[in-house]
């Protein structure tokens, strides 16, 4: 079992590793206290073979329910994304830095909450483990939360963007928006603005498949 001071999921990691033995797993990780307010833990999806992986932030209300990722209005807002980029997600692979769903209860109403720093790393062992078995040529993080889970570090999007960077196992990283920005931001000129941002970043990552490694502050 975890301490509760240096909460992790490693103890809970399978010692033989592949996609489903981890996701198996996963449902019975107590690496910190989210498992219990949430319906179900919800782990990566996509094709050992992608060579494009996306980190979310953590499930929302609807991939609780569903127990797949970007599976909500974010999800779509991920979808129309990806098809102006040209990219089909079923030959992505899709998770997030936090695998259950973080809420909390104001007068009946069901709200999702930011993970915090702690979550983030504790759900960290889950994140290398996806990374090792897919083994991408690029790294996508949609938003703050995936970026730290990603670098280890606090980032902002406006110091991280335009530039490659590199996830903390060496994959080249690019860091853009989450795409529930592109539908909850105030204003339709600035939605519009960071969406238009995301498909951008979607391209680049698009193009750079086919193109030599990318160095990291190229
Ligand atoms: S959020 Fe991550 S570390 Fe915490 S219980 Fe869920 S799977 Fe385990």
Redesign the pocket.
């Known amino acids: 079992m975890a301490r509760s001071d240096h ?3 490693r103890p ?1 990691l399978p010692d033989k590793r592949n996609l489903k033995s981890l996701a198996e797993a ?1 449902e019975g ?7 219990k307010g ?1 319906t179900q ?1 919800v782990f990566g999806e996509g094709p050992r073979d992608a060579r494009l992986l996306l980190v979310g932030e ?1 499930p929302g209300q609807q991939e609780d329910k569903s127990g797949r990722p970007f599976a909500g209005p974010a999800g779509e807002a991920l979808d129309r994304a990806l098809e102006e980029a040209g990219l089909d997600r079923a030959t992505l692979y899709i998770t997030n830095a ?3 769903f973080k809420s909390e209860n104001v007068d009946g109403e069901i709200r999702g909450l930011k ?1 915090r720093v702690s ?1 983030i790393n ?2 960290n062992p ?1 994140l290398q483990a996806e990374i090792e078995e897919i083994q991408p040529r690029i790294v996508i993080a949609l938003g703050t939360v995936a970026a730290r889970g990603l670098v280890g570090r606090a980032i902002t999007i406006g110091e991280a963007r335009e530039q490659w960077m590199q996830t903390k196992w060496g994959q080249p990283l690019i860091v853009s928006f989450h795409p529930s920005a592109s539908i909850q931001a105030p204003f339709q000129e600035r939605r519009d603005r960071i969406f238009d941002a995301l498909v951008y970043d979607l391209e680049r990552a698009r193009d750079a498949l086919n193109e030599p490694r990318p160095q990291p502050g190229a």
Do not use: I, M, R
């Not at 990780?29 to 498992?35: A, D, N, R, W």
């Open positions: 909460p992790s999921a809970f996963a990780c107590q690496g910190c206290p989210l498992y949430a833990v953590a936090v695998k259950h993970p979550e504790a759900c889950w």
